[in-house]
Each structure stands twice: as C-alpha cells, then as structure tokens.
C-alpha cells in the first residue's frame, strides 16, 4: 500500500483530473475512447490497440452521448459503455472499464465495488478471493484495502498482480 501510494497513486488521481477538468461531454468521451492522455499520448493499457479500433471507439461514444449522459451511477455506465464498445474487434474488458472510468471522472461517477478484468482476477486469485465475477465488494478485500477506493484497490489489484501471488506463497 505504500509502495502505490508513493509510486502510482498521485499518478492515477492526475488521470481522473484530466478527464474531469474536460469542458464537455464531447470533448471526454472523445479523449476517453482515443485513450488519450494530457499530453496527447495513448495510455499504456491501450497501446496495443490499432488506432482504428480507438477511432471506432470515439466515433461511437459520440453517437451515445444522450444515453451516456444518462447514466446514474458507474455501473450503469460501466454497461452502457460494454454494450456500446465491447464488441468492437480488439476492445476487451480492460479497455470497456478505462473507457468508462475516464468518462466516470468527467461525470462524477465513481464505482462503488471494485471491477475484475484479467489483470484484477489474478491480484484477487492471488489473495485467495472468488474471482470469476465482473467485480468483487471492497470489504471482501484484505483489511489493509479497506481505506481506499475502490478505485484505488482495482488499481493495486492490477499492479501488484504478481507480487501479490508471490506474497502469498511465502506468506
């Protein structure tokens, strides 16, 4: 937990800012589904994409703006933007949960249970949790989780996939 908080948290929070600092709609849900950073660069989970399959994205968040602008909380988000994107060739579920937490910060909607995609599952398998869900509650997780968000623990999750398992095997 310190190691994220030292290392990756400020980092992750700036990502959020940015999107939420957008002065509309349009302007998030095209930066959102280009995966495109402050600085106009793809971001690191999204660099295997073809820029075609981003534009693809963007092009058909724009078309659902209405519908998204909607949405009530993240996971209805969350849903909309799997049935909106998830089947575009190349998108999986890492990139249908960036795309719409970006969007989340932009619309002040935050998850409420922490969302598994492959990377997330294996920090959760790691730790011995049930995994095979689309996401797991905060207060299933280890009690040094329970003080972040759940933000917060899906990106540690993530990050720290590997050294969790290893943990856990000397542990």
Partial sequence: MRHYRQTHREKCAGERHWFRSQRNLTGALRLAGLAKDSRGKRYSHQYRLKAETLKKCAAVLLQSRAAIRRAHDFQSLHSLVSELIG??????????????????????????????????????AALGLEARGATIALSKLPAAFQSLTCLEAEDILCIYKDDLRHLQRAG
Avoid: N
């Fill in 87 to 124: 089947d575009i060739k190349g998108v999986g579920e890492l990139m249908v949960y960036d795309t719409a937490t970006r969007i989340g910060a932009y619309q002040r909607l935050e998850p409420t249970e922490v969302f598994l995609h492959a990377g997330t599952r294996r920090g959760a």
